[in-house]
């Protein structure tokens, strides 16, 4: 029966219906790809929400309710432009650049930013914690630190983690290049091998990376050494030039693997 319907509607349908398809695919994935651990999130639910309890309001004859909710999403398209305004101009500004390569630039400047800071702060003896996004969202930890929204320096790193300053007891994220929220709490590891002599900022920095992807660069406040964190393992004792080896290894190993997955696509 189903092979007879296929047999039926398979002359109907046109190269350009594919294409349609395929075009339409490609922009939803996109749009899900840049609002992935954002607010923009939270914030398409709570508006699915609305759009439900509406139908819902039809359904169970509420007129009120549903007259109110009518009222709202009759201006739906402007509704969308105000609430996801941030998110249209930052997709609009990705739209006019090269794809791909201006996230790998941003980020592989950021790295060199973050080793001379973590060189600064270690002889400083200052204490540090910065968590670079790579595949998994870091969205949830945002809500609990301060927005930055700002490039990666040095300057700025060692501004924020400077003892006198209210935000250096917690995280920097770095995300796509770019120092998104500082002050951030992250969760602590559980892991009962870890040593005893690693303090809260380091049982931070390993737990980041336990339940993401992500790297963290840790720099102690008591010794001044640096450690990197990645998938739930430390290593410690770094110095500048050996900590900038590894975060371009990672990163420039993961550009690799997604080149790699996009040829295979293709």
Not at 125 to 137: F, S, Y
Not at 169 to 190: E, H, W, Y
Request: hydrophobic share 45%.
């Amino acid at each position: 029966m189903i092979v007879q319907t296929l047999e039926q509607y398979l002359p109907l349908i046109r190269w350009q219906d594919v294409v349609d398809i395929l075009v339409v695919a490609y922009i939803i994935y996109r749009v899900v790809l840049l609002v992935r651990g954002t607010r923009a999130v939270h914030m398409a639910a709570g508006l699915a929400v609305i759009i439900l309890v509406y139908f819902i309001a039809r359904y169970l004859e509420l007129y009120t309710l549903h007259w109110l909710l009518g009222t709202v999403l009759s201006s739906l398209f402007l509704l969308i432009i105000i609430v996801f305004q941030d998110d249209i101009r930052r997709v609009l500004t990705q739209m006019g650049q090269p794809p791909f390569l201006k996230y790998r630039v941003k980020t592989f400047q950021a790295l060199e930013e973050i080793a001379k800071a973590a060189s600064t702060l270690s002889q400083s003896k200052t204490g540090a914690l910065i968590v670079l996004e790579r595949d998994v969202g870091l969205g949830d930890y945002l809500e609990t630190g301060v927005g930055i929204h700002a490039s990666v320096t040095q300057m700025l790193l060692c501004t924020i983690f400077a003892k006198c300053t209210p935000l250096h007891d917690g995280a920097v994220i770095i995300q796509k290049g770019r120092l998104t929220a500082a002050g951030v709490v992250l969760p602590l590891s559980t892991n009962p091998n870890i040593s005893k002599r690693l303090g809260t900022r380091h049982r931070a920095g390993i737990g980041i990376t336990e339940q993401t992807d992500a790297v963290s660069v840790i720099v102690s406040e008591e010794t001044g050494t640096i450690s990197v964190a990645i998938a739930g393992r430390i290593t410690r004792d770094l110095d500048p030039g050996t900590l900038r080896r590894i975060l371009h290894n990672t990163f420039a190993t993961e550009e690799s693997e997604k080149r790699w997955w996009r040829r295979r696509i293709a």
